[in-house]
């Protein structure tokens, strides 16, 4: 499984955008009939994502993070 292995090498340091953030772990699992389908639903979550972490974060004392590593804190735990 592809969530599987991908998640295995997040964790072992081997991707490099997420090296620093690890452990990772899954909190939901969708499922769908074609990859474009699949990209398209990954695309729509990172935006909202983007736009609901920019609103808590103009908010928040925080108000800028150095690239690459906006919502991280957010998720690890």
């Known amino acids: 499984m592809i969530l599987i292995g991908g998640l295995r090498n997040i964790n072992k340091g081997k991707t490099k955008s997420t090296r620093f953030y690890t452990p990772w772990r899954i909190l939901f699992k969708e499922s ?9 639903r990954e695309k729509y979550l990172k935006v909202e994502l983007e736009e609901n972490l920019s609103k808590n ?3 928040s004392s925080v108000g800028y993070l150095p690239a690459g590593r906006q919502g991280a ?3 690890k735990r």
């Open 32 to 40: 769908f009939n074609t990859r474009s389908e699949a990209r398209n």
């Open 57 to 59: 974060w103009s908010s």
């Open 73 to 75: 804190a957010a998720f």
